[in-house]
C-alpha cells in the first residue's frame, strides 16, 4: 500500500473513477476500512485496474452491503478532500465535505493508503 499523498493527481489519472464500479467494502477494524473499485488507468493506456483504498484512523462512515455495491451510480466518479489533516472520500462529485457526508457511501479518516491490482 502505497500512501495518497497528491489527491489531484490520482483522481486525474483515474478520471475520478467515473463510470467505474465499486467492487468491495472490507471493515478490517472498527477504525480501518477497505474499498476497491475498478477503473480505467490513463498511464496504462486505458487499460481497466482494480484500486484498493485502505481509510486508517476512521472516525465516520457510511457504509453500503456488497451485495447492493453494484446498484451504485458510479457515473460521476468519486470525491477526496483532504481539510484539517482529515481525509474525506465519497461517491459523486461532492464540492464540499457536506456533500460528501451526504453521498450513498462516505468515510472520513486520518489516512489513505491505496494498492492497484489487475482488473
Not at 470525491?79 to 489533516?85: D, G, L, P, Q, Y
Request: aromatic share 10%; with cysteine; proline share 2%.
Amino acid at each position: 500500500m502505497k500512501p495518497l499523498t497528491n489527491i489531484k493527481e490520482f483522481l486525474d489519472r483515474f478520471d475520478s473513477f467515473c463510470d467505474g464500479e465499486l467492487r468491495h467494502v472490507d471493515v478490517i477494524s472498527p477504525t480501518t476500512i477497505s474499498i476497491t473499485l475498478t477503473t480505467q488507468d490513463k498511464a496504462k493506456d486505458f487499460d481497466w485496474v482494480s484500486i484498493t483504498l485502505e481509510f486508517s484512523g476512521v472516525s465516520d462512515a457510511l457504509l453500503l452491503e456488497n451485495k447492493k455495491l453494484n446498484l451504485v451510480d458510479m457515473s460521476n466518479g468519486i470525491s477526496i478532500i483532504k481539510e484539517n489533516n482529515l481525509f474525506y472520500f465519497g461517491i459523486g462529485r461532492c464540492k464540499n465535505i457536506s456533500n460528501i457526508k451526504t453521498s450513498t457511501c462516505h468515510t472520513e479518516s486520518l489516512s489513505i493508503k491505496y494498492k492497484q491490482g489487475t482488473f
